[in-house]
T-cell receptor
């Protein structure tokens, strides 16, 4: 299993540009989520999905869109990038069953918005 | 809403010594899970240890153990016999035990340095 994969690893954008961060998992996990990591603030939840066709907002959703058309993929879209979106982005996935199921994280995407 | 607080931005310890990282949380729920994640310079998030709130026994994983104090809402991580490979950011995280509630709430992180 490849686990959770993210592309690209690093991206530089200009203010106002759009882009999509890709996330895929091959573990048949129902739950997928996006976090951003900023210095001194830990990881904060942007959006999440409990299954194909179902998404919901997390703690910091403004400026980001998501969709979940398949179980495997959960892309994160920035429609008009802003410098405040400079961050490291992590995708994670897990089973939705009860219990402390492990969340598996991707390697992260570092985004710089100029 | 739940919150997680790590009050130690940085910690350092001599190799082979023991270090304890602190974490407190706030919740009105009675059933939940707590986790410690390690993030080395590679940025990969690695699960270190987890604790179910309904279990009174503290979790242990080799050199890693926790001190879970439910009434005090405290969840500290003890690393024994520290090794150079333990150097990383450590994040404490909370998750509700409600069905389908997979969202993790993270603390701010503690950067651990191991001195040879």
């Amino acid at each position: 299993n490849a686990g959770v994969t993210q592309t690209p690893k690093f991206q530089v954008l200009k203010t106002g540009q759009s882009m999509t961060l890709q996330c895929a998992q091959d573990m048949n996990h129902e739950y997928m989520s996006w976090y951003r990591q900023d210095p001194g603030m830990g990881l904060r939840l942007i959006h999440y999905s409990v299954g194909a066709g179902i998404t919901d907002q997390g703690e910091v959703p403004n400026g980001y869109n998501v969709s979940r058309s398949t179980t495997e993929d959960f892309p994160l879209r920035l429609l008009s990038a802003a410098p405040s979106q400079t961050s490291v982005y992590f995708c994670a996935s897990s089973y939705s069953n009860p219990g402390p199921s492990t969340q598996y994280f991707g390697p992260g995407t570092r985004l710089l918005v100029l | 809403a739940q919150t997680v607080t790590q009050s130690q931005p940085e910690m350092s310890v001599q190799e082979a010594e023991t270090v304890t990282l602190s974490c407190t949380y706030d919740t009105s729920e009675s059933d939940y899970y707590l986790f410690w994640y390690k993030q080395p310079p590679s940025r990969q998030m690695i699960l270190v240890i987890r604790q179910e709130a309904y279990k009174q026994q503290n979790a242990t994983e080799n050199r890693f153990s926790v001190n879970f104090q439910k009434a005090a809402k405290s969840f500290s991580l003890k690393i024994s016999d520290s090794q150079l490979g333990d150097a990383a950011m450590y994040f404490c995280a909370y998750r509700s035990a409600n069905w389908g509630a997979q969202k993790l709430v993270f603390g701010q992180g503690t950067r651990l340095t191991i001195n040879p």
